[in-house]
C-alpha cells in the first residue's frame, strides 16, 4: 500500500512511517519543518521527505494519507486530500488499523513521564523475554529506536488527545 503522511518529522509519525516501512508499505510524507533526529530517522529507512507542504505532493494519490495530529484545515495537503476524497486517517487510527489488531495495547497517559515510563516498560518486557512492540514519542537509548514490531502481546504506546487535533 503506497501511504503518505502529512507532518511526517513529528515524533510519532515518524514513528509510525518506520513500522508502516518495516511491514512493507510504500511510505512517503511531508512536513514545513524538516530537521534531526527525526529527518535523519527517515533518510536512514529510505522513506522521502517533501517539504514544503504542497497539493503537488498528492498527484499521483495514494492509497492512504495518515494526517499528522498538528495539521488543521487551510494546509495545502489536507485540503487537497478532502477534495479529491483520498482516503484518510488520524496517527491513531492508523496505529490501531495497522499494528494493534490482536495485541494487548500498554498505554501510558499522564502530563509528565510518558516517555520515560513507556520506554521503562517496554526494557521491563523485553528483558522478561516478552518481545514487545513499542511507539514512543523519543529516542528510548537502550533500544536506538522509538518503535520496534515485537511479535509478543504486548504494545507499549503513548496515550494522548490526538482526537482533538484531527481536523
Avoid at 59 to 83: H, M
Avoid at 85 to 97: E, G, K, T
Avoid at 112 to 117: A, D, P
Wanted: hydrophobic letters at 40%; charged letters at 15%.
Amino acid at each position: 500500500m503506497k501511504i503518505h503522511l502529512i507532518g511526517i518529522c513529528g515524533t510519532g509519525m515518524a514513528s509510525l512511517a518506520g513500522m508502516l516501512k518495516a511491514s512493507g508499505h510504500e511510505v512517503q510524507g511531508s512536513d514545513q519543518n524538516v530537521y534531526p533526529p527525526m529527518s535523519t530517522i527517515l533518510e536512514q529507512a529510505g522513506i522521502p521527505i517533501f517539504s514544503p507542504y504542497s497539493a503537488d505532493h498528492l498527484k499521483s494519490p495514494p492509497d492512504l494519507v495518515v494526517v499528522g495530529n498538528a495539521i488543521s484545515r487551510g494546509n495545502p495537503e489536507a485540503e487537497e486530500v478532502l477534495a479529491k476524497n483520498i482516503p484518510h486517517v488520524s496517527m491513531p487510527q492508523a496505529l490501531s488499523r495497522f499494528f494493534l489488531e490482536g495485541k494487548t495495547p500498554l498505554v501510558v497517559a499522564g502530563t509528565h513521564g510518558k516517555t520515560t515510563t513507556a520506554s521503562l516498560l517496554a526494557w521491563v518486557l523485553e528483558s522478561a523475554g516478552k518481545d514487545p512492540s513499542f511507539f514512543i514519542g523519543g529516542l528510548p537509548k537502550n533500544f536506538g529506536s522509538n518503535f520496534k514490531l515485537g511479535k509478543g502481546e504486548y504494545f507499549v504506546l503513548e496515550g494522548d488527545e490526538y482526537d482533538t487535533a484531527f481536523f
